[in-house]
């Protein structure tokens, strides 16, 4: 294990993005890459390579990614039985101006093993599939309506629903500007919350024969409530609405047959995207056929979505997940990581506990909501001096293991020890050198 001795900076990088910033409108191309997201000045910021479950930073400092490339990385990085499909694939060709029989392989792939998969498309990411599925959603039902819960991405379908303010408040973060979307598509997304049958029921009610499509994220870090989905899928099935399941953020974590089969739950289209592949681009819309078929006439089209990277890429990750039975060993790491997280929060006193599902757990500080911030930041401030990069939730890989628990206890031990002495003094604030965690997710499906 690398050790991180000597002493931490990551200078070079804030440089870095001083630079980006001149050249790049909002410095990076995802909001959760922003180093606003982490603790500026001390997380880092650019990597220069990953292996396993490490990552190194421009400043030379290496850490254990507890974020897994934002969820990307399941098998762990740089994974040998991948990387090696991908490189021989590259020998014979990338893109070609026909197609290649992959795309049929891993059609086929997902169809044996999605329950709801009977037909399939492809995308290059979560948002892309997402927006994929809604086109899908409303072609086939000739209505223009999407009643969703959770995010979905950066499309002007999802975004249209913050033309309402606030309505994106609690499915991700607070003021979302909706700036570029078309004032036109005002009330054509339509949030819904998290559990509330009879909210949605009321929704369905009101926009009776408009709803195309139920979208949402089953779950994420927490399992639904008893019978909630079941429910969901009764109302879509009575207003004729397709029910699309967003698997991006669970993935196969919890199952290699995606997070539908542990639900219990089966809808009518699943979107996936990042785990599927272990970091290539690549996503995947599934659904049953009646839904998909109509797409045959619909302007679904693009160049790169069918790239033989990204198909063998997904393949073989999906093979190598069942293989080695990778939401086994997750649910095992997981399970390890949340009791040694919770004995060392007990012995240093810290109010927090660490809970969620075994493939997705978070940190939960039971602290006066005013300091949230402040003790979020300062926690992943003290752990990414220790080598441990990450947020408050955990994205697993199958990388991980019993040394990675082991150094991010420590760490954790000096952390919360941390916390507690800056809680009893009352000056939060003046241990956190990194500038305050802005931008903090507000997920409303847990
Ligand atoms: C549930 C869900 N849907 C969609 C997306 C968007 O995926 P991408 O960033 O690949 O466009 C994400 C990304 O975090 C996600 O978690």
Redesign the pocket.
């Known amino acids: 294990m690398p050790a991180h001795s000597r002493q931490h900076n990551v200078d070079q990088q804030m440089k870095l993005y001083k630079r980006a910033c001149e050249l790049i409108p909002g410095g990076t191309q ?1 909001i ?1 890459r922003r180093p606003s997201r982490f603790a500026a000045g001390i997380s880092p910021v650019y990597a220069t390579s990953a292996q396993g479950a490490y990552i190194t930073d421009l400043d030379g400092n290496t850490y254990i990614d507890w974020v897994s490339g ?3 990385i399941i098998l762990g990085y740089c994974d040998p039985v991948v990387d090696a499909a991908v490189k021989k694939q590259i020998d014979s060709g990338t893109i070609y101006s026909i197609n290649h029989e992959l795309e049929v392989e891993l059609a086929e792939e997902l169809v044996a093993t999605i329950p709801c998969a009977e037909m399939v498309r492809y995308a ?7 927006a994929i599925a809604v086109r899908i959603a409303r072609g086939a039902t000739d209505r223009d309506k999407i009643l969703f819960c ?5 499309h002007d379908w999802y975004l249209a629903a913050n033309l309402s303010p606030g309505s994106l408040d609690s499915h991700l973060f607070p003021q979302i500007d909706p700036t570029g979307v078309p004032q036109c598509l005002a009330g054509s997304a339509i949030p819904f919350p998290y559990g509330d049958t009879a909210a949605l029921e009321q929704l369905l009610d009101l926009h009776s024969g408009e709803v195309a499509a139920i979208m949402m ?1 089953p779950l ?1 870090s927490e399992m639904p409530p008893e019978g909630y989905l079941e429910q969901v899928r009764r109302l879509a099935t009575k207003h004729n609405v397709v029910l699309i399941f ?5 993935g196969f974590r919890a199952s290699a047959a995606g997070v539908q089969t542990v639900v219990g739950t089966i809808p009518d289209m699943a ?1 996936f ?2 785990s599927i592949s272990n970091g290539y681009a690549m ?1 995947a819309v599934v659904g049953k056929r009646d839904v998909m078929k109509p797409a045959a006439r619909m302007f679904v089209s693009s160049t790169y979505w069918s790239d033989t990277i990204g198909l063998r890429a997904a393949l073989t990750t999906l093979r190598e997940i069942r293989r080695r039975d990778v939401p086994t060993k997750l649910q095992q790491l997981g399970r390890h990581l949340k009791t040694t997280l919770n004995e060392v929060a007990a012995e240093t006193g810290c109010p927090v506990s660490c809970v969620g599902i075994d493939t997705h757990p978070r940190l939960e500080f039971d602290i006066d909501a005013s300091l949230t911030a402040q003790v979020t930041t300062l926690y992943i401030q003290e752990m990414a001096k220790q080598g441990c990069h990450g947020y408050t939730s955990y994205y697993l890989n199958a990388a991980q293991g019993d040394t990675e628990v082991e150094q991010t206890a420590n760490a954790a031990r000096k952390t919360f020890s941390l916390i507690v002495q800056a809680l009893d003094k009352g000056n939060v604030d003046q241990f956190v050198e990194a500038s305050q965690q802005e931008d903090l997710f507000h997920r409303l ?1 847990k």
């Open positions: 995802l959760s934002i969820g990307a290059k990411g979560g948002g892309d599939a997402c959770g995010y979905h991405g950066w994220e994420r967003d698997e991006v953020s669970t979107v995207a990042k996503g499906v």
